[in-house]
């Protein structure tokens, strides 16, 4: 449990997508061990039904690619159906492809937009007539969204547009009651990205950072905690950087 005595997200249900492993699973079993009803959204209805097996809690696992708007909002009706209602999103899901600028594709910018801004998109889009005033929407964006890097246009883009679709989200639905805001981690550890950088370029990033180490999926599930409950009540329309301080590093 976190700092409080009593379990933070107590009798709240919360649905996580791309939850069936790295960060979107870390999310999740914190929010189950917080007292969240949990349902785990990813591409294939028994990655997402494992991944809530192990978490346990009566967490549920579903299967929907977050970029098909007819998926996505079937599977949030089906979740606010069998849970009663949705108070937390997490919009966690994401295709990565690192292409140099000659190499980018349609077929590549369709699916990383697609998913990435898209999926963001239609899972707000679905949770809106399931969510009350109280609710919590919270997009996955990155630090690789204010910082340039060769081969991240594309993903750089996604995750800048992140960042300006929580604003414009907020604003849209303060009225209501619903806060929306995004974190921006840094580099995590996690199978996702381990498949595309190397052990070199981990060890790089550990002596770019400030504080000496890659943030771990723990130090992101602890910020969605904090921007899913009340703590975090009056917050909306932020890009939180959780990041070891990377980002306000010029290096020398
Ligand atoms: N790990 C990092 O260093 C890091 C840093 C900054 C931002 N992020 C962001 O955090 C999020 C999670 O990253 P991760 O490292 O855990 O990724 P990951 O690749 O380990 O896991 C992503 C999950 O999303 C699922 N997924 C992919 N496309 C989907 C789709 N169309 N519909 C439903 N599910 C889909 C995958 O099956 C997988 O389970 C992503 O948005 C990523 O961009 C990660």
């Known amino acids: 449990m976190g700092t409080g005595s009593a379990a933070e997200l107590a009798g709240k249900v919360a ?105 963001i998109v239609w899972g707000i889009q679905a949770a809106l007539p399931h969510m009350q005033s109280g609710g919590s929407i919270i997009n996955i964006g990155s630090m690789a969204g204010r910082l340039g890097s060769a081969g991240a246009l594309l993903y750089a883009a996604v995750k800048a547009g992140v960042d300006g679709l929580t604003r414009s989200a907020s604003v849209e639905l303060g009225a209501r009651g619903i806060r929306v805001n995004a974190i921006a981690p840094s580099t995590v550890a996690t199978e996702g990205v381990m498949a595309i950088l190397s052990p070199e370029q981990l060890e790089r990033r550990i002596s770019q950072t400030p504080m000496a180490r890659l943030g771990t999926a723990d130090d992101i599930a602890q910020t969605a905690l904090w921007l899913a409950g ?9 890009s939180l950087a959780v990041d070891g301080g990377i980002g306000h590093t010029l290096q020398r």
Request: charged residues 20%; negative net charge.
């Open 15 to 119: 649905v996580v997508t791309g939850a069936s492993r790295g960060l979107g699973k870390a999310i999740a079993t914190l929010f189950a061990a917080e007292g969240a009803r949990v349902v785990l959204i990813d591409l294939k209805p028994h990655w997402a039904q494992a991944a809530a097996a192990d978490i346990g809690h009566d967490a549920i696992g579903l299967g929907a690619d977050v970029s098909d708007r007819a998926a996505i909002t079937a599977a949030l009706d089906a979740a606010a159906r069998e849970c009663g209602r949705i108070d937390v999103l997490v919009n966690n899901a994401m295709w990565n492809s690192y292409d140099l600028i000659p190499d980018i594709t349609p077929e590549i910018f369709n699916r990383m937009t697609g998913v990435g801004l898209g999926g």
């Open 230 to 238: 009340a703590r975090s009540g009056f917050v909306t329309g932020q």
